[in-house]
């Protein structure tokens, strides 16, 4: 050991007349251990509860996007197999889209309708689990034209708007009708609700609703097999960009379009990732402050040492050594504060994962407890910055130290 270190050690955990700067700098650890716990648990939060909101929207939209210009692809089912056959796309479902409203003796909504295959749909989105009452795979069992109504799958937040459950009735008006003497007249089509799904997003559980694509096609007056577009799936969703690329060399470009869901929520990750950096700079503070606490420690300390640093530069030290010895200081109290705030911090985030004792409103959130999710970026740049600020902290102590003159120190003593 350095002659530095150990006088650094012995001055940072002093006795006897010194104690109360030993208080001072446990409470300097302390200060750092909780600025550095505070953003590990609340940073795992954010990542938690975006990731959760993240798989919420791609449980319900597509990692990619395959659309024409027209709202119409006739030729899907060959498009279909080129985009199998790009790296990275594990599944593709051919979709249809319409506006049209839903009405019952309760009340009418306007909702979003999309026509899809449950076949397709089980390989691409994730409404197989969302489900409350029956399943995807209702959509072309049983009815129909030779069955009875069509089926429809309605959102929680919908089918209670329309006061429906599964089997209920409900009257569809769509775009598509004739033109009389009277004007123009929409076409009214009686659906049977078959299953109820709930992904937890109120804008998606109010305003979507499934058919069959055949249902789909008849109910928008399609004379051909036509749809509106293919949603796709990929190996890897922070990948989609670079998949998309790909995927548009392929299949070429005007009139058709590809999207990846990045583009599609741009504002809503724009708007999280900004609240994650403001809340990492007010988070940031706290460690700011445990770092100056380090500041206060050394300055009353090269104050009480003034005595033996000045002996310490008589006997041979160089203003070199004299700074690294607080530098030190204030380093290990930085090191010694950090690593407490990962124990803390890591743990908390443990318990929070496994007990869940934080409860959250269900009618206000998608989840009734907090996420967390850990990632090693994070992690890493908590701990460099927590260093970084520890270090900055002791220049002006140490820096002041070494500019002591041993002749002026002494010439009171």
């Not at 899907?76 to 249809?96: C, D, H, I, K």
């Not at 129909?144 to 008006?173: C, D, H, T, Y």
Request: proline share 3%.
């Amino acid at each position: 050991m350095s002659f530095e270190r150990f006088i650094a050690m012995r001055y940072l955990f002093a006795r006897r007349k010194q104690a109360f700067i030993s208080v001072i700098s446990l409470i300097s650890i302390l200060g750092v251990a909780i600025g550095v716990a505070s953003l590990i648990v609340v940073l795992g939060v954010m990542n938690g509860m975006s990731t959760d909101l993240r798989d919420k929207i791609l449980g319900v939209n597509a990692h990619l996007l395959v659309g024409s210009v027209d709202n119409s692809i006739a030729d899907y089912r060959m498009l279909t197999e080129t985009a199998l056959t790009v790296e990275g796309v594990t599944g593709v479902m051919p979709f249809l889209y319409s506006e049209v409203m839903l009405s019952t003796r309760h009340g009418v909504k306007g909702v979003v309708l999309r026509g899809i295959n449950p076949a397709d749909a089980a390989n691409v989105l994730t409404l197989d689990k969302d489900m409350l009452e029956g399943k995807l795979a209702h959509l072309t069992g049983g009815y129909g034209p030779s069955g009875g109504p069509p089926g429809i799958v309605l959102g929680k937040e919908l089918a209670q708007r329309l006061g429906v459950r599964r089997g209920s009735l409900v009257n569809m008006l769509t775009p598509s009708g004739m033109t009389t003497a009277a004007g123009f007249k929409p076409k009214v089509q009686t659906v049977r609700v078959v299953a109820v799904f709930k992904t937890g997003m109120y804008e998606y559980d109010a305003s979507l609703a499934y058919v069959s694509i055949p249902t789909a096609q008849r109910l928008m007056g399609f004379k051909t097999d036509t749809v509106s577009g293919l949603e796709l799936k990929v190996d890897d969703v922070d990948r989609a960009d670079e998949i998309g690329q790909l995927l548009k060399d392929k299949v070429g470009g005007f009139p058709l379009y590809v999207r990846n869901w990045k583009e599609m929520n741009e504002n809503l990750y724009a708007a999280l990732a900004l609240e994650k950096l403001a809340i990492s700079v007010i988070l940031v503070m706290i460690v700011l402050v445990g770092s100056f606490s380090i500041v206060t420690t050394l300055v009353m300390l090269v104050m009480e040492k003034t005595r033996d640093i000045a002996i310490l530069m008589s006997m041979g030290a160089t203003r070199k050594s004299v700074r690294a010895i607080f530098m030190l200081q204030g380093m290990i109290i930085g090191v010694a504060g950090t690593v407490a705030g990962f124990a803390l911090g890591l743990t908390l985030c443990f318990l929070l994962q496994r007990f869940q004792f934080i409860t959250l409103p269900k009618g206000i959130y998608s989840l009734d407890y907090l996420p967390v999710l850990l990632e090693w970026p994070d992690l890493v740049a908590i701990g460099v910055s927590a260093l970084v600020l520890c270090f900055l902290a002791t220049v002006y102590p140490a820096r002041q130290a070494s500019k002591l003159t041993p002749a002026e120190a002494l010439r009171y003593e």
